[in-house]
T-cell receptor, first 111, second 112 residues
Framework: EDQVTQSPEALRLQEGESSSLNCSYT??????LFWYRQDPGKGPEFLFT???AGEEKEKERLKATLTKKESFLHITAPKPEDSATYLC????????????FGTGTRLLVSP | DTEVTQTPKHLVMGMTNKKSLKCEQH?????MYWYKQKAKKPPELMFV???????INESVPSRFSPECPNSSLLNLHLHALQPEDSALYLC???????????FGAGSRLTVL
């Protein structure tokens, strides 16, 4: 069974304090790994897709990386508006229409 | 238009009521999804429609009935729900099954 585990569950940072979120996964053949951001009471918003180990993608203060067992979302010099829940999801080669989500990391960035 | 629109945003219903959730997209996507999300939990897949045909049903109880009238619309018909069905129901779409999902803002359902 495909599984995704995210850590930490919650993270509190001061504005400008860089950190990383972890997503560990087991999947029967990875088609893609996705990072989404979700604000309270709203739907997830797409951030990145990673397809193969060693791949990296960046967007503003966020950088996502992928290995064969985990992915990291690095947040550099975060701002209060980066506060949200960050969800990781995997898509398997065999069940390609299905995204399996992790429980997410709730990030709070204080001014 | 790069949005998935869900209505209503909030719905309160009794256990004997019949109601429907609606979802619309005009991005030309051919796959549409229903997810259920409980508080502080990840979204869980319920149904997938691909080219207007039901392709995945994740063993969802029959009190939830999906419908895809055309390639732009997705409905979720609700009947005889239980209080534990209260959740945020998310609709999503993608160009096909193996692409990035675009989610709507969700419909917050409360069953009394």
């Amino acid at each position: 069974e495909d599984q995704v585990t995210q850590s930490p569950e919650a993270l509190r940072l001061q504005e400008g304090e860089s950190s990383s979120l972890n997503c560990s996964y087991t999947v029967s053949g990875l088609r893609g790994l996705f990072w989404y951001r979700q604000d309270p009471g709203k739907g997830p918003e797409f951030l990145f897709t990673l397809y193969s180990a060693g791949e990296e993608k960046e967007k503003e203060r966020l950088k996502a990386t992928l290995t064969k067992k985990e992915s990291f979302l690095h947040i550099t010099a975060p701002k209060p508006e980066d506060s949200a829940t960050y969800l990781c999801a995997v898509q398997a080669i065999t069940g390609f229409q299905k995204l399996v989500f992790g429980t997410g990391t709730r990030l709070l960035v204080s001014p | 238009d790069t949005e998935v629109t869900q209505t209503p945003k909030h719905l309160v219903m009794g256990m004997t009521n019949k109601k429907s959730l609606k979802c619309e997209q005009h991005m030309g996507h051919r796959a549409m999804y229903w997810y259920k999300q409980k508080a502080k939990k990840p979204p869980e897949l319920m149904f997938v429609y691909s080219y207007e045909k039901l392709s995945i049903n994740e063993s969802v109880p029959s009190r939830f009935s999906p419908e895809c009238p055309n390639s732009s619309l997705l409905n979720l018909h609700l009947h005889a729900l239980q209080p534990e069905d209260s959740a945020l129901y998310l609709c999503a779409s993608s160009p096909s099954g193996a692409n990035v999902l675009t989610f709507g803002a969700g419909s917050r359902l409360t069953v009394l």
